[in-house]
Nanobody, 123 residues
Framework: VQLQASGGGLVQPGGSLRLSCAAS????????LAWFRQAPGKEREFVAG????????YLGNSVKGRFTISRDNAGYTVFLQMNSLKPEDAATYYC?????????????????WGQGTQVTVSS
């Protein structure tokens, strides 16, 4: 499975961005896709995840109420809509995939990773 993330950029506090992650190669029909982020000097943090089997979505506590994760049913693409962005949301965002419907919040359960897309939140 190959993952291609896109959509990062510079946004002012309070602004919005939408990230996309397209899975190609041999995606698993029962896979789960997730977004993690990592700021300099910090651990990689679970942001959101989605189970492809039933579309169940999960959000990290720090982004609940501001971010949403969704999918394109026509292809293996997930979107991360980020609203009300804060400076502390600035990080490199990575999409990850694993086989199976479970959506773990630990990075070590995901064997497939995209290249990362940078999100900068600054005025």
């Amino acid at each position: 499975v190959q993952l291609q993330a896109s959509g990062g950029g510079l946004v002012q506090p309070g602004g919005s961005l939408r990230l996309s992650c397209a899975a190609s190669g041999r995606p698993f029909p029962t896979m789960s896709l997730a977004w993690f982020r990592q700021a300099p000097g910090k651990e990689r943090e679970f942001v959101a995840g989605l189970s492809w089997v039933d579309g169940s979505a999960y959000l990290g506590n720090s982004v609940k109420g501001r971010f949403t994760i969704s999918r394109d049913n026509a292809g293996y693409t997930v979107f991360l809509q980020m609203n009300s962005l804060k400076p502390e949301d600035a990080a490199t965002y990575y999409c990850a995939a694993r086989q199976g419907p479970e959506v773990p919040t630990t990075r070590y359960r995901y064997p497939f990773w995209g290249q990362g897309t940078q999100v900068t939140v600054s005025s």
